[in-house]
């Protein structure tokens, strides 16, 4: 027997298993993120319960100003794109998720009422004035003094 057929008789047979889906298993939210997330969705709620334009405007500003506050305050390895962050959620993905929300809210609202401004009324007509002449010129004044040069 060839040292071939020796490996090869060795092997054990493969089975084939009929492949069975699983759910991908989503990554998990950093502690950052958590409390990110905490705090945001409760500025979510409160914007949508009072569901009105300066509500939602103001909770989108507030959401991105405590976004950059807790950027400088986490480590480097979080403040990265999703690449370079590992295999977690971080709190860009927070914000991006409640934004979206916002911003649904802020679609499904009817548009305020447009108010457009008043016509300009024509500027009221002046009278022409009469142009008075001028007054007189008095003459210039005359000092007396030497002048050098040439006479003629």
């Not at 500003?61 to 976004?67: A, E, G, I, P, S």
């Not at 914000?95 to 499904?108: G, I, N």
């Amino acid at each position: 027997m060839s040292r071939f057929d020796e490996l090869t008789n060795n092997v054990p047979p493969i089975t084939l298993r009929p492949y069975i889906a699983s759910a991908p298993q989503e990554p998990a939210y950093c502690a950052y993120a958590l409390q990110f997330r905490e705090w945001s969705q409760a500025l979510l709620l409160r914007a949508l319960q009072q569901s009105s334009h300066i509500s939602i405007a103001q909770a989108k500003v507030l959401l991105l100003d405590k976004r950059y506050e807790w950027i400088a305050a986490m480590p480097k390895r979080h403040r990265g794109p999703e690449g370079t962050r590992g295999r977690h959620l971080c709190i860009d993905d927070v914000m991006d998720e409640v934004y979206q929300a916002l911003k649904a809210a802020e679609l499904s609202l009817t548009p305020p009422q447009m108010y457009l401004p008043e016509p300009e009324k024509p500027p009221k007509r002046e009278r022409k004035r009469k142009l008075e002449p001028p007054a007189t010129i008095p003459p210039p004044e005359t000092y007396g003094g030497v002048i050098l040069g040439l006479r003629e």
